[in-house]
């Protein structure tokens, strides 16, 4: 369970200290056991409750392929040659997700290519 003050008008002044107090009261087997508005009426029943609606939430990165192609070139082909001399391909893992990306010498060689397309099998090593 996460108690958490938010910021507002404090006509109360004591409300903080007893609902610290008051949390601490519920047991691990409660908190199992109950449903959310049986363990506020159980901790809180002489405070004013309010219940909002749950919201539901997922988890989505933003990262794409494109975008990782985009850090790379701001990264330099210098320097992204030199990565892929060192490790064979050039491998990056979103931050966020962990969501792996690789490239390999086509790949890095067609980031840099100015206009973009495709490399031609003439320029490939
Ligand atoms: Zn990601």
Redesign the pocket.
């Known amino acids: 369970m996460l108690v958490q003050r938010l910021p507002g008008e404090d006509d109360d002044s004591d409300a903080w200290n007893r609902a610290e107090i008051l949390s601490d009261t519920i047991t691990p087997r409660e908190l199992i056991e109950l449903s959310v508005p049986e363990i506020l009426q159980r901790l809180f029943h002489e405070e004013d409750i309010r219940l909002f609606d749950p919201t539901p939430f997922r988890f989505h990165?933003?990262?794409s392929d494109e975008r990782i192609r985009d850090m790379l070139r701001s990264l330099g082909s210098e320097e992204v040659h030199d990565i892929l001399a060192e490790q064979g391909q050039v491998e990056v893992s979103?931050?966020?997700?962990?969501?792996p990306y690789r490239y390999d010498a086509v790949d890095v060689e067609q980031l840099f290519l100015a206009d973009g397309s495709p490399p031609t099998s003439t320029t490939r090593q």
């Open positions: 990165c933003t990262c979103c931050d966020f997700c962990g969501k």
